[in-house]
């Protein structure tokens, strides 16, 4: 069986293996590994701490030769954490010269790559004068990274103050599966950064926000032009204005993932339906007309808690998500706060992955979650319950490092300064 390497992207490091693995379940390959948006993947020829060790494992391949005997081919070297000049390169390349191959040389465009690949290991180690690993072998796979210029933000026509990074869009699309005729749904849709980057892979989406003023745009420019530039007309089905604690969907399982990045309150603040003075909405007239029949009328509003919005989204997800289907969204929390066990659960929901995004005081996650086991009546939460959960360990242990994200990030820079003045 033949052993593969990975070259990941040197960015967002700690998002590459569970984006690796969510694209090997997405195409039925099994992966197992040592090590863990990839930039390259080689089939391995040979490896070793010495170049003659490599060499030997190479020469026991020699049945693979003949099929390269006649392709026009190119050799790479290339060093990690360290540099080889012009001429070391040239004398590694020649030393693989038994494989004995006829074709012709082509640099620009050739039908085969070899890479050697020289772990110097990490730059700010004491440089080393011989690599501490070495790899050679063929180069099968190129990432796209391509895509991150394309749907890179500073080119995209219609954004706001949470458009999403398009690299990090990208890894969620990968860790949802996003796939052709997949249905794919973000009940905060913002200006529609996942709609873009799932239904570039194929899959239908469609958003919904309780303030449609993001989804409109301003004068000529919406999410429907960010649809129209990047030419999705046909798998972004549409953006939807409603209070997702009143969302008008059947409860049936309708949905293969859930991408989204939930409001917490520091560039937008989650809303929903309801009155601050906790009394029970009514139907009001103005001038005997009903209010909510107005071309004017704008339904009132109150704060939505972040631990509020994540009891609702997985229990929505529970019930609207396929089997197998997938949540994938960004857990803000305080870095000396945080705890693996304040990452929501569901009895519905498996947890498959939770990568960190560190800001110094505060850090966002990626999780990622599946659904493993059907929704039934009996799970649904009172709001006694919900409580419960948004305020767990009000003692000890302490409530998560998310609850009341809000006043704890704007907090972060009073108490900066006030240590400054002292």
């Given at each position: 069986?033949?052993?593969?390497?990975?070259?990941?992207?040197?960015?967002?490091?700690?998002?590459?293996?569970?984006?690796?693995?969510?694209l090997a379940q997405l195409e039925k390959v099994?992966?197992?590994?040592?090590?863990?948006?990839?930039?390259?993947?080689f089939e391995l020829w040979g490896e070793g701490e010495t170049y003659e060790q490599v060499h030997t494992q190479v020469k026991k391949t020699s049945d693979r030769w003949p099929k390269y005997n006649t392709c026009s081919f190119k050799f790479n070297v290339r060093a990690f954490g360290s540099t080889i000049d012009h001429k070391e390169q040239l004398d590694i390349i020649n030393s693989f010269a038994y494989l004995g191959f006829e074709g012709p040389i082509e640099l620009k465009n050739?039908?085969?790559?070899?890479?050697?690949?020289?772990?110097?290991?990490?730059?700010?180690?004491?440089?080393?004068?011989?690599?501490?690993?070495?790899?050679?072998?063929?180069?099968?796979?190129?990432?796209s990274r391509d895509l991150i210029n394309k749907y890179n933000l500073k080119k995209r026509k219609y954004l706001g103050t949470t458009s999403m990074d398009a690299e990090l869009s990208l890894v969620m699309a990968n860790q949802a599966l996003a796939a052709p005729g997949k249905m794919i749904y973000d009940p905060f849709v913002g200006t529609g950064s996942f709609l873009v980057t799932c239904a570039h892979f194929g899959a239908f989406t469609l958003g919904s926000d309780i303030d449609g003023r993001q989804i409109r745009g301003k004068g000529k420019s919406g999410v429907h032009t960010n649809i129209e530039q990047y030419n999705l007309q046909g798998r972004v089905l549409d953006a939807l204005v409603f209070d997702i604690c009143r969302n008008p969907w059947r409860t049936q399982p309708w949905l293969d993932a859930i991408v989204t990045d939930p409001p917490y309150g520091v560039r937008a603040g989650a809303k929903k339906l309801g009155r601050h003075d906790g009394k029970a909405l009514a139907m009001r007239t103005y001038d005997g007309v009903p209010m909510h029949t107005r071309e004017d009328y704008y339904p009132p509003t109150k704060p939505y808690e972040m631990s509020e919005v994540l009891v609702d989204l997985l229990s929505f997800s529970a019930q609207h998500l396929v089997l197998g289907g997938r949540l994938v969204y960004w857990l803000p929390t305080v870095v000396d706060e945080y705890s693996n066990t304040d990452v929501p659960q569901h009895p519905c929901m498996k947890l498959i992955s939770n990568s960190e995004q560190n800001f110094g005081q505060w850090s966002r996650r990626l999780i990622t979650m599946e659904k493993v086991k059907e929704f039934d009546d009996s799970l649904l939460l009172s709001d006694s319950e919900k409580t419960e959960i948004m305020e767990k360990g009000t003692e000890d242990p302490k409530r998560p490092g998310h609850y009341l994200f809000r006043n704890k990030y704007f907090n972060f820079g009073r108490s900066t300064t006030e240590n400054d003045r002292s």
């Open positions: 069986m033949p052993t593969f390497l990975i070259q990941f992207a040197q960015f967002h490091e700690e998002f590459r293996l569970p984006e690796l693995l969510s099994d992966i197992k590994y040592d090590e863990a948006d990839y930039k390259h993947i050739p039908n085969v790559q070899f890479y050697v690949l020289a772990d110097y290991g990490f730059e700010n180690e004491k440089e080393l004068e011989a690599p501490r690993y070495i790899y050679m072998g063929e180069l099968i796979a190129t990432g």
